[in-house]
């Protein structure tokens, strides 16, 4: 695990250094939106509903819509002015009896891991914890906002839990509720019955996603089937990166096509060559017919071009045969 905060435990004149880690994780089968036809995802523009333009993402701003509909634009200096704790400092409020914590206003968990150098403040305020069957509240600020958090223990670990506020939490109201309902002896000790025969101590690894499991079931029998595409860039091409799930006879389908482009691209100079040849006068033939010849078959192209630098050659032995003609006169 990695750890995404560090602080330190403060209660009293104590303080000890931790690190925050994540207690749990969503398992959920994430799917994104993609063009049914191509499987190409779709992009989400970010447009301003009163000129209509399309809005960068450094030109957003937060803002506050009122009960009568009015927008009140927030800037970054707003938020910095706010009135905001230690953000490196869980600061225990007071420590309360645990059974009166409502588990309803618990919301996320995380792990506090000690440093080495405090590992002994860490037990005392565990074990203290434990004999007296206490939960710490503090107040602690993740991601910029204070939130209401209290401190448990988890087998050998603190366990930091924040809490929602109580005005977060809705009431029960329920009208139905308030009606008399008279229950016979009988149907309660028939419920008492029922309890107890389902009575067993809770085991949570007992228990499994069947939905998510079956979802991904289906999503593995689409990929062996090869109906799973490859990921297309915004160009419409196939992306050089990342990991593309193929059907197996389309790879080997599409690498026997790339053999045969390849081979019919180093044939194409030959026949060429070949079509050269073949329009050419009837004086020049036995020439070119030589050139051909004596070429070796995977370069022709080489072969034909030293045949000129040889008529070359030969066309310049006659212009020096009268230089010493002319000196002897």
Not at 144 to 172: C, F, H, I, N, Y
Request: hydrophobic share 40%; with cysteine.
């Amino acid at each position: 695990m990695r750890a995404m905060w560090k602080g330190s435990i403060a209660f009293g004149l104590v303080s000890v250094p931790v690190k925050v880690y994540a207690a749990t994780e969503e398992k959920d089968v994430r799917f994104h939106q993609v063009h049914a036809a191509d499987g190409g995802r779709i992009s989400m523009v970010r447009r301003c509903q009163v000129d209509g333009e399309e809005v960068a993402y450094q030109d957003l701003a937060k803002a506050y819509e009122t009960s009568d509909g009015r927008t009140v634009v927030m800037s970054d200096e707003d938020f910095e002015n706010l009135p905001v704790p230690g953000s490196k400092e869980l600061e225990v409020v007071e420590f309360v009896p645990s059974d009166q914590v409502d588990p309803v206003l618990f919301d996320k968990s995380y792990y506090l891991e000690p440093d080495k150098s405090a590992l002994k403040p860490y037990v005392l305020l565990r074990e203290a914890l434990g004999r007296t069957d206490r939960t710490a509240v503090l107040k602690v600020v993740l991601r910029k906002r204070t939130q209401l958090a209290a401190l448990r223990v988890r087998g050998d670990v603190l366990l930091l839990q924040t809490m929602r506020w109580p005005d977060e939490v809705r009431s029960a109201d329920f009208e139905v509720l308030d009606s008399d309902v008279s229950v016979k002896e009988s149907e309660s000790a028939m419920a008492d019955m029922l309890v107890e025969s389902l009575a067993t101590d809770f085991d949570p690894t007992a228990f499994n996603d069947e939905y998510r499991e079956a979802l991904l079931a289906v999503i593995d029998g689409k990929v062996a089937t090869g109906q799973a595409t490859a990921p297309v860039d915004a160009s419409g091409g196939i992306a050089q990166d990342g990991a593309a799930v193929l059907d197996l006879m389309e790879a080997l389908r599409a690498s026997v096509e790339r053999s045969k482009a390849e081979r019919a691209a180093q044939d194409q100079p030959a026949e060429q060559a070949e079509s050269e040849v073949e329009a050419m006068p009837a004086a020049a033939a036995p020439r070119a017919t030589r050139a051909r010849s004596t070429a070796k078959p995977v370069g022709e192209k080489a072969g034909a071009q030293s045949e000129p630098r040889s008529r070359k050659t030969t066309a310049k032995k006659p212009a020096k045969k009268p230089a010493p003609t002319t000196r002897s006169a």
